[in-house]
């Protein structure tokens, strides 16, 4: 075997082996609810309170961060998507356009996720929405279990 070919060779297996992830998302079978299956619930609001600002804010600069979080969750005892209105995405919208590359990491993290990307399809939610999402213990005081905040743009 050549050089360029055992080189074009471990280039196929590396890139085959990042999109593994995305191909190895489970679905529920069709009319099961996945809230069920995967043992969470759901609250999904709009809201523009400042305190929320607040939060959105801190969310987006923890981006990075949460991003590394979000691939250890295993369980989620509640999902809470917030869609925040525009006044408020004016707020963050500085803080958005220095931290772009650390919200896409994000969303990609939550899309390659089976628990996130199942519950944010079940609620018509696209990863491309997510600005910022926060993660707190659970009452099982498991660290993979997690209460999760995502904060969704309009």
């Known amino acids: 075997m050549k050089h360029s070919q055992a080189i074009a060779l471990l280039v196929a297996l590396a890139s085959s082996a990042a999109a593994s992830q ?3 998302q ?15 619930k ?14 959105a ?10 991003a590394e979080e979000v691939k250890m969750v295993f369980g989620a005892n509640r999902f809470h998507f917030v869609a925040l209105k525009p006044d408020i995405i004016d707020m ?8 772009e590359s650390d919200v896409s990491r994000l969303q990609a993290a939550i899309e390659s996720s089976a628990l996130f990307y ?14 910022g999402a926060e993660l ?7 660290s993979s279990e997690k209460r999760v905040t995502i904060y969704l743009a309009p």
């Open 22 to 24: 995305a191909f190895a």
């Open 57 to 66: 804010l801190r969310a987006v600069q923890r981006a990075r961060e949460t």
């Open 42 to 55: 759901i609250d999904a609001r709009e809201t523009d309170s400042t305190r929320v600002a607040e939060k």
């Open 92 to 99: 963050v919208a500085p803080e958005l356009a220095k931290r």
């Open 118 to 131: 199942t519950a944010m399809r079940s609620e018509g939610v696209a990863a491309s929405d997510v600005i």
């Open 26 to 40: 489970s679905a529920p079978y069709p009319g099961e609810d996945p809230a069920k299956l995967f043992g969470y």
């Open 136 to 142: 707190a213990d659970a009452e099982s005081g498991l």
